[in-house]
């Protein structure tokens, strides 16, 4: 990872976009992220049904790599040691989400039931 995070400063630096604007980066991440989901517009498919579409994945691919380097762009603009980031979310999401609570076995579609929304409520605080 940090082999990678070189990579992005070595970028920027040489293209003298080093010194880009937190809120640029983080505008530039939401435009990519909605060129993303426009490629799912007016679709619900599954990703087995995305996964054989290979015109698709190459669309998504090109977009997701898109959102993720300016990901990177601002972790490293920042001094973000992105795999400490990471892992400290992945922590907080694994304690947010128990795997009792968050697996359903009912059919119910992930992100419907109510014990992710009592759990959403609860860490969002009162409206």
Known sequence: M????TQIKDHL???GW??????DLAKSIIIEGAELLEIFQWENLPAE?????????GRIKKELA????????MAVTLDIDVLAMLNEKLIQI????PI??????????PGT??????IKNQYRGPN
């Not at 049904?49 to 994945?57: A, C, P, T």
């Not at 694994?94 to 989400?97: E, F, S, T």
């Not at 039931?113 to 009592?118: G, K, L, T, V």
């Open 2 to 5: 940090k082999e990678f995070e």
């Open 13 to 15: 630096e040489e293209r």
């Open 18 to 23: 080093d010194n880009l604007r937190p809120s």
């Open 49 to 57: 049904k995305i996964k054989q579409n290979s015109e698709k994945i």
């Open 66 to 73: 898109d959102v993720m380097i300016y990901c990177f762009d």
């Open 94 to 97: 694994r304690n947010k989400y």
């Open 100 to 109: 009792n609570i968050s697996k359903s076995s009912n059919g119910v579609e």
């Open 113 to 118: 039931e109510d014990a992710y929304w009592n």
